[in-house]
């Protein structure tokens, strides 16, 4: 079994490497990603570019491909969290959300667990939406249709969906005080996904958090605490490191010829 998993995880980072030879455009000035969110090499090559981004305000580290893989809840996180090496590098999780005031989604315009606006101090994947790339949820805190909402930046990272995304928290039993009673319900962040119904009516719902059931497929955008490795040197960097090896060189010479001499 451990095998077939094995394969399975092994054939989902291929499409995720696959998918990831698009590049996305960030949107300068909207939000804080152009100076909170670090270049990362992990496969020691620099030449081709980073391969994650480390969030200095949340001190986690978030693969730059964003969208390779949709799974159900639990495969999802037993995925992440025990079959997947990038790199080299294991310890990759879900992004992670604090189930605020009453067990399960609370849901309110503004500053809660669940619906639009919610609270970023306590959500991975709502920080980086609201905060980092600065985009705007369907629905003001007044509850009003809001302009200009939807997956407009989508800053450095490959195949950022508008669909659902898994956050690694379950959504837990009221009834149960310490936690351990799982329903089978986990929290889920939507970029921006249109919705049309029987009837006709379409709604477009961005920037919004909820729960969902565990067996359908949601997005898995992988992350990792801390800063995992040393940063991408920039092209200043480059320019520096070239001077000092040619001013060694130049000292080199010098001294071979004065040898000679």
């Known amino acids: 079994m451990k095998t077939l998993k094995t394969l399975k995880a092994a054939a989902l980072l291929g499409a995720m490497t696959l998918v990831g030879a698009v590049q996305a455009a960030g949107v300068s000035g909207q939000g804080t990603w152009e100076t909170t969110l670090k270049a990362r090499d992990l496969d020691g090559i620099t030449a081709n570019g980073p391969e994650a981004y480390y969030d200095t305000a949340l001190n986690i580290t978030w693969f730059i491909n964003a969208g390779g893989a949709a799974l159900p809840w639990s495969q999802a996180n037993d995925w992440a969290a025990n079959y997947v090496i990038l790199y080299g590098i294991t310890g990759w999780r879900l992004p992670k959300m604090v189930d605020l005031a009453e067990a399960g989604c609370n849901f309110e315009y503004s500053g809660s667990d669940c619906g639009y606006n919610v609270s970023t101090a306590n959500a991975e994947l709502a920080h980086m939406y609201y905060v980092t790339l600065g985009n705007k949820a369907s629905v003001a805190p007044n509850g009003s249709n809001q302009a200009g909402a939807g997956l407009v930046n989508t800053g450095p990272f490959n195949n950022l969906s508008k669909g659902y995304y898994w956050y690694g928290t379950g959504s837990y039993d009221a009834a149960d005080p310490t936690g351990q009673v799982v329903a089978e319900r986990a929290f889920f962040f939507i970029n921006e996904l249109t919705f049309t119904y029987d009837d006709g009516y379409t709604e477009l719902k961005a ?3 909820g729960t969902v059931g565990i067996g359908r497929s949601a997005f898995v955008w992988l992350v990792h605490d801390g800063d995992v490795t040393a940063a991408v040197p920039e092209p200043q960097s480059y320019a520096l490191m070239l001077a000092g090896l ?16």
């Open 246 to 261: 040619g001013l060694m060189g130049f000292a080199a010479r010098r001294r071979s010829s004065n040898k000679q001499q």
């Open 207 to 209: 920037g919004q958090q």
